[in-house]
């Protein structure tokens, strides 16, 4: 019989209150759980198995952390650091910037229907937002190339601001840090749950928030009598040639063609993320070298992708770390076990405490502003929920992981919708008040289309 659930969702409870004090996320996950591993230390309760213990319980408690880095940097820790070098790279050569200028330009086309073309910026967007996965990133890029042109089409600025944090409430695709590490939990290639599992997932999804927000921003701009001033855009040059825009899709694309979809070689020809964001990288810097004929500065701008590495392991790889340690304390004092056993008692199966937990991080991520934060928290938990109620990880996990950055969409202290409505000049809860309705909507479609 495991022990109540009472104490970790107490720690639950104070972790997600000093989340949203704004406490350092990756200080107040690490100590919530260390502090957790010692109560069931104190408590005789399971604790989770080293591979090498230090022969001392005390000592194993900071062994925990070390294994953590070690499993982590080996693996999911140096995928999502290759994604934010090159990002960062990308993004310093204007590869980032061709991208944006060449997918925003069919918007021109929809002068006279301006909320039809501020609702088609949430898949073109999206697709965006699968080769720039930085979420304040593609944000600021939209608000600089995008934003004007919803402007002087006739969209209010508050709407405008609203459909562009839209754009990344699905974090998907083998470049997103959240999709790396859902794939390393259930132990799946990255490209086949981007393809077979999160697209026909996300279509429906990105369809039905197309028509909320058309809906909720035509209500909400006639309601506050919105006037819209229009004026003549004035779009920044593209300091780079417009094929670089192919720059910032070259690992997508790499992956797919040398994915089991396809079989052009035959020898298998067996690619994985992190070697593809290295590839691109080096193509990238050929096509420096071809733009600038300088070898020097082309040596010179690789130090942006070691800086991008670096920025990615102290914010991201060292959170999951964090997360990880929670985790296993939730596990150790029978988080776990505790939920499923008041989840059967109450009549719930693996879908309902699916439901719960995909419901609990997008909420944690609304507190917390990071869907990072709440996924990794509770992302590792999945698979021995699956296992206890013979369910697959896959299909547990798939809803947790889009829940996590939907809930950063609709939190008035995420980093891109503050950093948006800093630039739009409109309250961050007026943003949040947009999202709301839409995101909503999109999560009981997705509870119901991905369960029912």
């Excluded at 409870?13 to 100590?31: D, F, N």
């Excluded at 982590?72 to 910037?97: C, E, H, R």
């Excluded at 720039?132 to 190339?145: N, R």
Aim: proline share 5%; with cysteine; charged share 10%.
């Amino acid at each position: 019989m495991s022990i109540t659930p009472v104490i970790p969702l107490l720690f639950i409870v104070v972790t997600a209150w000093l989340l949203l004090k704004k406490y350092h996320p990756h200080a107040v996950l690490l100590i919530s759980g260390l502090l957790m591993l010692l109560i069931a230390l104190l408590i005789k309760h399971k604790m989770p198995v080293l591979e090498e213990p230090t022969g001392f319980t005390g000592f194993d408690l900071f062994k925990y952390i070390k294994e953590s880095f070690a499993k982590t940097n080996a693996g999911v820790g140096l995928m999502i650091m290759s994604i934010g070098g090159f990002v960062a790279y990308i993004d310093k050569i204007g590869a980032s910037n061709a991208l944006v200028h060449v997918a925003m330009k069919p918007l021109k086309l929809f002068k006279s229907y301006p909320y039809i073309a501020a609702s088609l910026v949430i898949p073109m967007g999206q697709v965006l937002f699968v080769a720039i996965p930085s979420a304040a990133g593609l944000g600021l890029l939209l608000m600089a190339s995008l934003y004007p042109i919803l402007t002087n089409l006739g969209v209010s600025k508050i709407s405008a601001a609203s459909v562009i944090t839209a754009s990344t409430a699905f974090g998907m695709g083998p470049a997103s840090a959240i999709t790396a590490s859902a794939t390393s939990i259930v132990e799946m290639d990255t490209i086949s749950f981007f393809l077979n599992h999160q697209i026909p997932l996300v279509l429906p999804l990105s369809i039905s928030m197309m028509i909320t927000y058309y809906f909720v921003n035509r209500y909400y701009d006639k309601k506050n009598n919105e006037h819209i001033h229009k004026k003549e855009i004035k779009e920044e040059p593209i300091r780079v040639p417009l094929v670089y825009a192919v720059i910032p899709i070259l690992p997508i694309l790499l992956l797919i063609i040398f994915s089991e979809l396809f079989n052009f070689f035959k020898s298998p020809v067996s690619l994985d993320t992190t070697t593809a964001m290295f590839i691109s990288l080096f193509i990238a810097l050929f096509f420096e070298l071809v733009r600038t004929r300088n070898i020097k500065t082309v040596f010179d701008s690789l130090k942006i992708f070691w800086g991008g590495m670096g920025n990615i392991f102290k914010s991201v790889v060292t959170l999951i770390i964090a997360a990880d340690i929670f985790a296993k304390g939730l596990i150790s004092l029978g988080f776990i076990d505790g939920l499923i056993e008041v989840s059967q008692n109450i009549g719930f199966g693996a879908v309902g405490i699916s439901i719960v937990m995909t419901v609990m991080i997008f909420l944690a991520s609304m507190l917390m502003g990071s869907g990072n934060a709440s996924f990794f928290a509770f992302g590792p938990l999945v698979p021995k929920i699956a296992a206890k109620l013979g369910a697959t990880s896959t299909s547990l996990i798939l809803p947790m992981q889009l829940s996590a950055s939907m809930g950063r969409t609709v939190s008035p202290v995420a980093g891109i919708i503050i950093a948006v409505s800093e630039i739009a000049k409109v309250s961050t809860l007026d943003i949040v008040k947009r999202n709301l309705i839409p995101l909503t909507v999109a999560l009981i479609i997705m509870l119901c289309y991905h369960f029912i």
